[in-house]
């Protein structure tokens, strides 16, 4: 089983069911905003972000990725436009040009996907999100998630 391969598959859209363990849980700061309208523990542990749903003309890749004993580690960037609010967030879509980049812990039991842990580039979020609203106001949105600026 290649791990490495099977994490590429699911950035370019190829998605295995299989892929994520029924006991898989994230700690990805943008899964916990999909976390906000969870319905019990359970599902909150595994609930994760689309981007898709936000962001327009959205673009995702894997620039790099490797395999270390049981853990795939990638590095990402996304781009798109802005144009819907994001859940658990209270800062209103700017309609701009977003490009984030951000790292993935993907921890493996077996073939299957049990737990993540993301970090993203919080102070490009915050620059492009954050110029139409107080900056007080954004530090306090971005922290329901878990991000500091």
């Known amino acids: 089983m290649n791990r490495v391969a099977r994490v590429r598959e699911m950035f370019e859209g ?5 892929l994520f363990s029924p006991k898989y849980v994230t700690h990805a700061p943008w899964d916990r905003v999909a976390q906000h309208g969870a319905k019990g523990q359970a599902e909150a542990g595994n609930a994760m972000f689309h981007a898709e749903k936000v962001f327009t003309d959205l673009k995702v890749s894997l620039e790099e990725a490797f395999e270390d004993a049981d853990k795939v580690i990638v590095r990402w960037r996304q781009r798109g436009t802005w144009v819907h609010p994001i859940p658990g967030i209270n800062i ?37 999100a954050c110029a139409q609203v107080r900056p007080q106001d954004c530090v306090e949105a971005l922290a329901t998630i878990g991000a500091r600026v």
């Open 14 to 18: 190829k998605v295995d069911p299989g």
């Open 92 to 128: 209103k879509p700017t309609g701009k040009p977003m490009d984030l980049v951000g790292i993935n812990i993907y921890h493996f039991a077996g073939d299957q996907i049990v737990e993540k842990f993301g970090e993203f580039d919080v102070g490009a979020f915050h620059a492009g």
